[in-house]
């Protein structure tokens, strides 16, 4: 059976995936999730994208098994650089930000969405929730995060998540990967149709990079409110690797 490593995107952490993780558990996957510096239980100051990149791949360098590596939102920018490490013999995209070469999670959002038309004129957006921090880090008001990140959740999830929600440096999204993965992995996107963080159109544009694609009715974080649909999927992603 092929490791499953999970890597979360921003402000969030490794909690976002318990629920994931224990049905994975219960298929009798093995599953390893990364705690990026400064986030959830991590002490450590905040990174910058080469730096969670690294991490990543320091976890990789442990395992023997070939690994399904997935990434969630941001976590699409850390396992485009980290992703070609040896070990990893799939990548996927949960609503992640599948860059190529010289493009940021900033720059290539404004490229794809002026290439689609994409616009969220007239409708509200996580932005609206920034809350500057010191060190160049933001915070999301948490009204803002429990409508825009997990809008198909129930109320004590919702208030669960958005309580261990925690900064996150911008600087990061500007970050370029020095490496890009999908260009030489295969690699499955998930689009997100009702998310309300990443528009879906830009994660379908996104979608068209990778081998194949599925869309689910999910908001951002259907690890929370669907961990069926993304223990299934990785379930199937990992047992085709071995």
Not at 21 to 33: A, F, K, P, S
Not at 79 to 108: M, Q
Not at 133 to 147: E, F, H, Q, S
Request: glycine share 10%; charged share 20%.
């Amino acid at each position: 059976m092929a490791a499953i490593v999970l890597v979360h995107g921003a402000w969030q952490g490794a909690w976002c995936w318990s629920r994931v993780v224990h049905q994975l558990g219960e298929r009798g996957m093995r599953t390893l999730v990364i705690e990026l510096p400064g986030h959830g239980d991590d002490p450590g100051p905040l990174g910058d994208l080469h730096g969670d990149a690294m991490l990543v791949r320091q976890v990789l360098d442990g395992i023997d098994e070939p690994v399904v590596l997935a990434g969630h939102a941001y976590g699409g920018a850390v396992i485009t650089e980290a992703g070609d490490h040896p070990a990893v013999r799939e990548l996927v995209y949960i609503a992640g930000f599948v860059l190529d070469a010289g493009e940021s999670c900033v720059s290539a959002t404004a490229k794809l969405s002026d290439a689609a038309r994409i616009s969220w004129e007239g409708q509200h957006t996580l932005a609206e929730g920034f809350v500057t921090g010191p060190k160049r880090t933001i915070t999301l008001d948490p009204m803002v995060a429990g409508a825009r990140l997990y809008n198909d959740c129930d109320a004590s999830t919702i208030a669960w998540a958005v309580a261990h929600l925690g900064p996150q440096r911008l600087d990061n999204l500007r970050g370029v990967p020095g490496a890009i993965a999908w260009r030489s992995k295969p690699s499955v996107y998930v689009v997100c149709a009702d998310d309300l963080a990443v528009h879906p159109d830009l994660e379908r544009a996104f979608a068209g990079r990778c081998t194949s694609s599925v869309e689910w009715p999910t908001s951002h974080s259907p690890f929370l409110s669907r961990p069926d649909l993304v223990a299934g999927l990785l379930g199937e992603l990992a047992t085709a690797a071995a």
